[in-house]
């Protein structure tokens, strides 16, 4: 299958290190030298990906699998702000209003509560009909819903491909934000119809969290695994995220995706969260809803 150019690479500097600053492709209509990422708009020297098995701290500095260490340089241009292009007030995150997440279910947890892994299964949806759109889905857990703010996804994404004919889906798994900017490992190819697993999950104090994206058809995986202090109350079941979108035949012919997902705390005790839909709205409007299912957890449906 073509690899999707919406996260193609411009060079692998070394094995082991710190991969290389990836070069998604830059869709008309946002400046130049800026990308679109399943965390907003950054400039592209801001989002790196990193090797199998690397560890990446809050502020940057990456554990290899060799035990070598080196830090990421600071992120110095600005975020900008999904709507208006304009730099936002830092880099990290924005409300989801302020993205282009066009619905989403999630879960905020007790305060006594510490959410320790996330499971979700769900299929990979037929091509969109219609080319030149960018989708993302992806269940995670994020620290607030507004900034300053943390967000683990193992996200599997739809956009152009290589060859510049149709879209292409390829998987991987994203961490944003530590000062450095996203990071995130380096994407591989799915097919219709595979069944992709993303998990999260804690271990150790503080945690080491592993964000795992599998395609359990043909068993290939990527693995990010961030070290941080940050808190991750918030659940989300499934996001839907676009960019580019100007007519409903850009979506997946299938229509839906539905998450089917399991909870635990860091005892590893089952968690049951009451899921709250939430549809932005965008244009062009393409009937979207968002379907929990009852009882809890259960799935998570996604209409587009």
């Known amino acids: 299958m073509q690899k999707a150019r919406g996260t193609a690479f411009l060079a692998i500097i070394a094995i082991g290190a710190v991969g290389c600053v990836s070069a998604p492709k830059r869709i008309a209509g946002i400046p130049r030298d800026y990308v679109r990422t399943p965390n907003g708009i950054f400039h592209r020297s801001c989002v790196r990906t990193v090797a199998q098995g690397d560890r990446i701290d809050d502020q940057g500095n990456v554990t290899h699998v060799n035990g070598t260490r080196e830090k990421l340089p600071q992120c110095t241009h600005p975020r900008l702000d999904v709507a208006t292009l304009q730099p936002l007030r830092s880099f990290e995150l924005p409300p989801p ?33 219609a080319p030149g759109g960018l989708i993302y889905l992806f269940p995670g857990l994020i620290s607030a819903m507004s900034p300053p703010n943390t967000i683990l996804q193992p996200v599997l994404e739809s956009g152009p491909c290589d060859t510049g004919s149709g879209n292409c889906w390829t998987a991987s798994s994203w961490y944003c934000c530590p000062g450095s900017g996203p990071t995130h490992t380096e994407p ?17 104090v503080p945690c080491t969290w592993s964000v795992e994206i599998t395609d359990s058809t043909t068993g290939v995986s990527a693995v990010l695994m961030p070290v941080t202090n940050t808190g991750f109350p918030i659940v989300l079941g499934g996001v839907l995220e ?3 979108i100007q007519s409903c035949g850009q979506y997946p012919a299938t229509g839906q995706t539905a998450f089917d997902v399991a909870l635990t705390d860091q005892s590893g005790n089952p968690l049951q969260p ?15 809803n968002v379907l929990p299912s009852t009882p809890a957890p259960g799935k998570v449906t996604l209409i587009y």
């Open 97 to 129: 209003t302020g993205t282009s997440w066009v619905e989403y279910a999630s879960w905020q947890a007790d305060a006594q509560v510490n959410v320790g892994a996330l499971t979700a299964t769900f299929t990979v949806p037929q091509a969109p009909s």
């Open 242 to 244: 676009q960019y580019n």
């Open 188 to 204: 591989f190819s799915v097919n219709a119809g595979d069944v992709i697993v993303g998990k999260i999950t804690c271990s150790g």
């Open 274 to 288: 009451i899921w709250s839909p939430t549809i932005v709205g965008t244009l062009p409007p393409c009937a979207y």
